[in-house]
């Protein structure tokens, strides 16, 4: 018999060292961020396209914790996709995205005991690694839901006069 290999198309974007994917069905569109990206909305986390007010996620504040001197000065594109709410967001990346087609049985589920206290693992659930020519990728799958999560317990700690209860 033959067995058939089920693949899936995501698109594939570098943040910082990491490559991160999105299945292709959840990624809207794929921008020059400096074209669209002016005045105080900017430095806000929001940006406007077209008629859509879009948040802006920049998964290099997340990932590099205390390390803010290896952030890169700017990122040009930003992958469009939507929050758990139905709410568009776009995440900053690096360099122009790319459609990769990964078979599924490679997709591995991340242990939930590895997650905890580490950033870049609290906001992928799945990875793939990809070994070519003695050459090992890694490519994590990005959860939208946890990294809006994170973001918003991120916000919610900055903010003067919150109080964390101790549990």
């Known amino acids: 018999m033959h067995d058939e290999i089920k693949v899936a198309k995501f698109v594939v974007f570098k943040v910082m060292d990491y490559l991160l994917a999105l299945p292709i069905e959840d990624v809207l569109k794929a921008i020059n961020y400096s074209s669209v990206a002016s005045g ?8 406007q396209l077209g008629r859509h007010m879009i948040r802006v996620l920049d998964l290099h504040q997340h990932i590099s914790v205390g390390s803010l001197s290896q952030l890169p000065a700017n990122h040009p594109f930003l992958v469009i996709t939507r929050g758990s709410g139905g709410e568009l967001c776009g995440i900053l990346v690096d360099e122009p995205p790319n459609l990769v087609e990964l078979p599924l049985a490679m997709m591995q589920r991340l242990p939930m005991s590895q997650i905890q206290g580490n950033a870049l693992l609290e906001m992928v659930s799945h990875a793939a690694v990809l070994s ?19 973001s918003m317990n991120d916000s919610q700690k900055r903010l003067p006069g919150n109080r964390q209860m101790a549990v």
């Open 40 to 47: 105080g909305l900017r430095t806000m986390g929001v940006v």
């Open 132 to 150: 070519q020519e003695n050459v090992t990728t890694t490519i994590f799958l990005l959860d939208v839901k946890r990294v809006l999560n994170t």
